[in-house]
């Protein structure tokens, strides 16, 4: 049973602005903090139980008559579209070093939920292993609501769009098929390469509001063939981009679990880029590997790197290059990718030098 107590040793002290004049008292700063409704927390080394300050339970949404006192505990006050998703932030976490913040909905019984704000540092020892973690906890109810809004609007007028957009698809295909003069066929496919365009982005901004509202994406999960899902992807990028050339490499047992429609875009997206920034003169390979327990996507470019400094945030949403030779559509492919890769319990990352090149690579555990 979890405690009421100063989440800290009894020897932390905090000094007034300025490190001058007389130290508070752990009482009072606690007095402080509950006042501006801020929650302190620590996690201990065995990264499971934890110990906070009065003021943090009912932020987490904990009842008087319930003192948690391990993560597991509390998850069971994560609302049901968070769960998976903070499950999986706790357990990164403890992998990581540094700061790190966290939003969640959290929800008593028979209480309606409200949105924390969970911020704090990863702690380790002198041999690099995993010693904690402390910060704070907030309600931050009041600035997302307008956020979730938002993302509902988003995601009702993007499902409207969706009929008239596959009506013009349908409609020019057609026409596609019928007996056109030169000028009516150049006009009819630029009709339909735009609305596959528009449908793109639909699709990306629906994506997109489901993360901000569940916090992660549908996972329709059967046995699917990776190398399968690469090839399909390979054959319809070649007929679209007809002048590029796009190379596709595989090995072993591709097999597993996985949604075939969410790593389609996860390859497609990976791909676009490639043919985007790449060197249009080299080829973009794409290499589905066998890696015993995972499987791997690995799509490599060659062309001018991604600096340094943009590599920490290229999966981030909404991001564009500062200078793109053409349209990029809505900055929302590569952070879809790393999601998609993500909602199926694996990793994304990437690497680019100016000798090797650009290589997006995604691990996808096969839960077979």
């Not at 924390?116 to 910060?135: K, Q």
């Not at 528009?198 to 996972?219: E, H, K, N, W, Y």
């Not at 799509?299 to 053409?326: E, M, S």
């Amino acid at each position: 049973m979890a405690q009421h107590h100063w989440p800290f040793p009894s020897s932390s002290t905090f000094r007034t602005v300025g490190g001058q004049g007389n130290f508070i008292e752990e009482a009072e700063l606690e007095s402080v903090l509950a006042s501006a409704e801020v929650g302190v927390w620590q996690l201990l080394s065995d990264g499971r139980s934890f110990v906070v300050t009065p003021a943090t339970y009912p932020l987490l949404a904990v009842p008087d008559d319930e003192r948690p006192d391990t993560c597991e505990q509390w998850l069971t006050r994560v609302h049901p579209a968070d769960v998976d998703r903070v499950a999986g932030e706790l357990a990164r976490m403890r992998l990581h070093t540094g700061q790190f913040t966290l939003e969640a909905q959290v929800q008593a019984a028979g209480a309606e939920a409200h949105w924390v704000e969970i911020r704090g540092r990863v702690l380790r020892d002198d041999a690099g292993n995993f010693a904690g973690a402390c910060g704070t906890v907030q309600d931050v109810t009041h600035r997302k609501e307008p956020e979730v809004f938002r993302d509902l609007l988003l995601a009702t007028l993007s499902h409207d769009l969706r009929d008239p957009l596959t009506a013009i698809q349908i409609g020019t295909a057609m026409l596609l098929g019928s007996q056109l003069e030169p000028r009516g066929l150049v006009t009819a496919r630029r009709v339909i390469a735009s609305a596959k365009r528009i449908a793109t982005m639909v699709d990306q901004v629906l994506d997109f509001t489901r993360l901000r509202v569940r916090g992660s994406l549908p996972c329709n999960r059967r046995l699917s063939n990776l190398g399968l899902i690469a090839a399909s992807v390979v054959d319809e990028m070649d007929l679209a981009h007809p002048g590029r050339q796009i190379e596709l490499e595989h090995d072993g047992n591709l097999d597993g679990h996985w949604d075939a429609d969410r790593l389609t875009r996860l390859i497609s997206n990976l791909v676009s880029n490639g043919l985007l920034h790449g060197d249009p003169a080299a080829p973009v390979t794409v290499r589905a590997l066998d890696r015993g327990g995972d499987a791997l996507v690995v799509v490599h470019n060659r062309g001018a790197p991604i600096p340094a400094a943009d590599l920490a945030t290229i999966f981030d949403p909404f991001r564009r290059p500062a200078r793109p030779r053409t349209s990029v559509g809505l900055g929302l492919g590569l952070f879809i990718a790393h999601e998609i890769a993500r909602t199926h319990g694996g990793e994304m990352w990437a690497m680019s030098s100016s000798e090797e090149g650009t290589t997006f690579a995604a691990r996808l555990p096969r839960r077979l």
